[in-house]
């Protein structure tokens, strides 16, 4: 089951009634203040109590996302906030295996981080040059890092 599908069911608490009719969920995220972009979507009968959701710490760490839904996260996040995002060029990372994650001032994480060198255009209409970002993914939180982030391998 997908990361945001087992977190839907988890924390939902979806009920058994749900489950028995079929009942479909979509996902969506905001690219843009109104603007959603439809993600994927989930049966509620998919919904059978269990979640692959481990706990490090006490804090969770839900399964990898796919390749797929995490550049379609990227994309749908750098679509609202580039200036001219038909012309950007990305290259990625595959999804890494899962990592702690320490920012300055915040507690230690855990979850995913893809890496992506980002060539945009400015207001100008030139490129900028390839600029390095980090996007970290756990469940339903994403999060772009613009400074590169500590991190280390989660022992399985």
């Known amino acids: 089951m997908a990361s945001w599908a087992g977190s839907l069911c988890s924390h939902d608490g979806m009920p058994d009634f749900l489950r028995r009719t079929g009942a479909k969920f979509i996902t969506e995220f905001e690219t843009a203040p109104g603007a959603y972009e439809k993600v994927k ?5 998919a919904c059978d109590g269990t979640t692959d959701l481990r706990l490090i710490d006490g ?8 390749y797929e839904t995490a550049i379609g996260v990227i994309k749908a996040h750098l679509k609202g906030s580039l200036l001219d995002y038909d012309s950007a060029k990305l290259e990625c990372s595959e999804v890494s295996a899962p990592l702690w994650i320490k920012l300055p001032l915040e507690p230690r994480r855990y979850g995913y981080v893809v890496e992506c060198d980002i060539n945009a255009k400015n207001a100008f ?17 994403f999060q772009e890092i613009i400074n ?8 399985q």
């Open 59 to 66: 804090k969770p760490l839900y399964p990898k996302p796919t």
């Open 41 to 45: 979507e989930v049966s509620a009968a």
């Open 125 to 141: 209409g030139g490129y900028v040059g390839y600029q390095r970002r980090w996007y970290y993914f756990n469940g339903n939180n």
């Open 148 to 155: 590169e982030p500590r991190a280390g391998l989660v022992e």
